[in-house]
């Protein structure tokens, strides 16, 4: 598996940004017990650099605040907000939505009312109210479909897909985004219409999508094919793995439990000698030099494969969504002899799940 093939003509949506009427995923902003609060560009990504500064006072149970809604860095120009107790506000933030073009768009700060170990606590939510949205046509299926800005720096592009599902589909199309199935990262590969597809561009204006023959993995079907070359040299392959149970352990050197579980997995390595394990590393090519340090720690060099292509492996695409997995590591999956996907998921605590389900293979041949 090493090319993204492209078996027909693209697919283009025509984008507009709209107002959203539901609310979107949210930011918790960072207070100290005077209300001083702020959001670092770390809490968000490097790539954005967006920081909203907000200082809150308390009115009674109610609550004033001044937010850096031009994005120059100071309170002094703004003017005071009220913010009910646990309520929302309107505020629109000054945003660059083009290389030349700065917009003010709607957010809403909302407050909410916790209670941490016995004592009450306010918590003060930052959430955006804009998305791209566009109709998805595809041979004789229509959809609604939206985008989520989910760095909030007013752009939909590719980056917002490393904070999380930021592509909605309609497919039941009864007018809701509802269930894993309509939520996806623009990074996976996206199912729609009995095709699957690869988002090749993305804008604040458009969206395009090629259909591919890159297939998903999936519990209880065949595994996809694939093929993968070690660091000690060695190429192995789905073919080459047939009738032989192993476990596929996808990580990357900046995911902590990742990291953290990889003498677990040379445990599992070692406990269930009739098992193969491979580790492989989904980082992008910038960080490939730290997988190397982790691996020659670890000292499963010769187990491993760093690929360096991040997001856009095709073999982390096909794999990465399995179960609805979103790209989210870590990552273990579970093929048995007879070539079959049998498990894929986080492992559990100290991989309890993935033994259980590896003694649950074996025990059954």
């Known amino acids: 598996m090493g090319n993204l093939a492209i078996l027909e003509a693209q697919v283009t949506v025509a984008l507009r940004r709209d107002r959203s009427s539901i609310p979107l995923p949210g930011m918790t902003l960072l207070c100290d017990k005077n209300y001083n609060c702020g959001l670092a560009a770390t809490e968000l990504s490097k790539a954005s650099a967006f920081e909203f500064l907000i200082k809150i006072s308390r009115a009674g149970k109610d609550f004033y605040l001044l937010a850096d809604t031009n994005q120059n860095g100071t309170l002094a120009d703004e003017r005071r907000i009220f913010l009910p107790n646990s309520g929302t506000v309107a505020v629109n933030l000054r945003k660059r939505t ?62 917002d897909s490393e904070r999380g599902t930021n592509l909605q589909i309609d497919k039941n199309r009864d007018g809701k985004f509802w269930g894993k199935d309509e939520h996806v990262r623009t990074a996976e590969i996206v199912a729609f219409c009995g095709q699957n597809f690869l ?40 073919s080459s793995l047939k009738g032989k149970a192993y476990v596929l352990d996808f990580w990357a050197s900046w995911c902590v439990p990742c990291v953290k579980n990889l003498p677990q997995i040379e445990s599992v390595r ?50 990465g969504g399995a179960n609805s997995n979103r790209l989210a590591i870590p990552l273990y999956v579970l093929i048995g002899k007879d070539s079959v996907v049998r498990y894929a998921g986080d492992g559990g605590e100290k991989l309890a799940e993935l033994k259980r389900e590896i003694e649950k293979l074996l025990s059954a041949f």
Request: aromatic share 10%; charged share 20%; proline share 4%.
């Open 98 to 159: 083009s290389t030349s073009r700065y917009e003010f768009l709607p957010f809403e700060i909302a407050h909410e009312a916790l209670e941490q170990s016995g004592e009450p606590d306010d918590q003060f939510v930052l959430r955006p109210r804009y998305i791209a949205s566009g109709v998805l046509s595809y041979k004789t299926c229509t959809s609604s479909i939206s985008l989520l800005d989910m760095n909030y720096d007013g752009r939909f592009t590719f980056a």
């Open 199 to 238: 988002v090749t561009s993305l804008s604040n204006r458009s969206l395009v999508l090629m259909p591919t023959n890159l297939r998903l993995a999936k519990i209880n079907e065949q595994v996809p094919d694939f093929s993968m070359a070690l660091l000690n040299g060695h190429v192995i392959s789905a």
């Open 270 to 319: 070692k406990e269930y000698g009739s098992l193969s394990v491979f580790s492989v590393n989904v980082d992008n090519g910038s960080r490939r030099a730290m997988a190397q340090r982790i691996i020659d720690d670890a000292g499963i060099h010769e187990f491993t494969t760093v690929r360096g292509l991040g997001n856009d492996d095709p073999l982390w695409k096909a794999f």
